[in-house]
């Protein structure tokens, strides 16, 4: 609330009022830069649950190491906004993650904010999509704890049907070189798949328990 309100007051505060300006012109181009567009509708293809199976090369030549993982992105605000929570695991621990992510009309790119259980810092990116509009680019930086320094980052994300979509992150040097550390591939979950699974689970409990009562 309060950054809608410091960002609004100045916005009318610089118009002229010779020229007819009012509060009620700034609220409507505010109304209108709010409204969910046809990049929004892009990303909202992403909306749902899904299985990730994750690929991570952790150095150059050094074998990759892979793991599986569930994904869950959820609209916010109208569509405006998405949210994915990531669960899995990084080199044998549980990893968590939350991201939101959409597109800024303003600014015109596409934008990004992610926390995680493996890091205090907040990573945020920046990018655009390619003229098909299926392959968007971000950039962006992360602080590595193992080499005590920044470390810029551009991130591929292509999404061209409801039924899955891959990720994949590089590490930039400085030189310009690029070097792909993480692959996602996310495959949807089907409606009733997750309910049958948790109900298998609860059986296989059961039969357990009743085993254990047995002996």
């Not at 800024?104 to 926390?115: E, L, P, R």
């Not at 992360?142 to 991130?155: A, E, I």
């Not at 009733?192 to 254990?212: D, H, R």
Request: hydrophobic content about 35%.
């Amino acid at each position: 609330f309060h950054v809608a309100v410091a960002s609004f007051a100045p916005a009318y505060a610089q118009e002229d009022p010779a020229a007819g300006a009012s509060p009620q012109d700034a609220m409507k181009a505010y109304l209108e830069l709010s409204k969910p567009g046809p990049e929004h509708k892009k990303l909202s293809m992403m909306v749902g649950n899904w299985t990730v199976a994750a690929t991570m090369h952790m150095a150059p030549g050094a074998p990759p190491m892979t793991s599986e993982a569930t994904s869950s992105v959820r609209p916010l605000m109208g569509g405006r906004y998405f949210r994915e929570t990531y669960n899995g695991e990084m080199m044998g621990v549980k990893f968590s993650g939350i991201g939101v992510f959409g597109y800024d009309k303003g600014s015109k790119k596409y934008v990004s904010s992610w926390i995680d259980s493996m890091s205090t810092g907040l990573m945020n990116s920046e990018g655009t999509a390619d003229t098909s509009g299926d392959v968007i680019t971000y950039f962006g930086e992360y602080f590595d704890p193992m080499r005590q320094q920044v470390v810029k980052t551009k991130y591929v994300l292509k999404v061209k049907n409801r039924k899955s979509h891959t990720a994949a992150m590089y590490e930039v040097a400085a030189d310009g070189s690029e070097r792909k550390t993480v692959e996602l591939v996310y495959t949807r979950v089907a409606k009733g798949e997750g309910a049958k699974k948790q109900g298998a689970k609860k059986q296989g409990a059961k039969k357990q328990g009743a085993k254990k009562q047995g002996a």
